[in-house]
């Protein structure tokens, strides 16, 4: 993968994390459970994330270290492999709380590229 591609890749992580932001705005974990189309925009959001970090170069992930690359990857695996099991209560924690972090440092990272 060339640089370029990396920040593609590194760009399409930081639109699918504002897109979950945006889209969990004015909504609720309870939301999660009762709305099904709500709950897979939300759990499709989450595995491109993670599909995306696990293309991006191993050099750039240790180049940026302040990006959970292994959880965000594993994340995404445990959730792909064990879909009839997701935890709602896990998935809004990543959209509410984990997201608009990593969003921002993505965001660097991409200024700086």
């Not at 890749?9 to 099904?36: C, F, G």
């Not at 189309?37 to 992930?61: D, H, P, S, T, W």
């Not at 972090?101 to 700086?112: A, E």
Request: charged content about 30%.
């Amino acid at each position: 993968m060339s640089r370029r591609e990396d920040s593609v890749t590194l760009r399409q992580m930081a639109d699918h994390t504002h897109e979950a932001i945006v889209l969990s705005r004015n909504r609720n974990r309870a939301d999660l459970e009762s709305d099904r189309l709500f709950f897979l925009a939300m759990l499709k959001r989450v595995e491109i994330v993670g599909e995306a970090a696990f293309r991006v170069k191993q050099e750039q992930q240790v180049a940026h270290p302040e990006i959970p690359w292994r959880e965000i990857i594993g994340t995404r695996n445990r959730l792909v492999h064990g879909y009839d099991a997701v935890d709602c209560d896990i998935l809004w924690t990543i959209i509410t709380v984990d997201f608009p972090p990593l969003h921002r440092d993505l965001c660097k990272i991409l200024s700086s590229t």
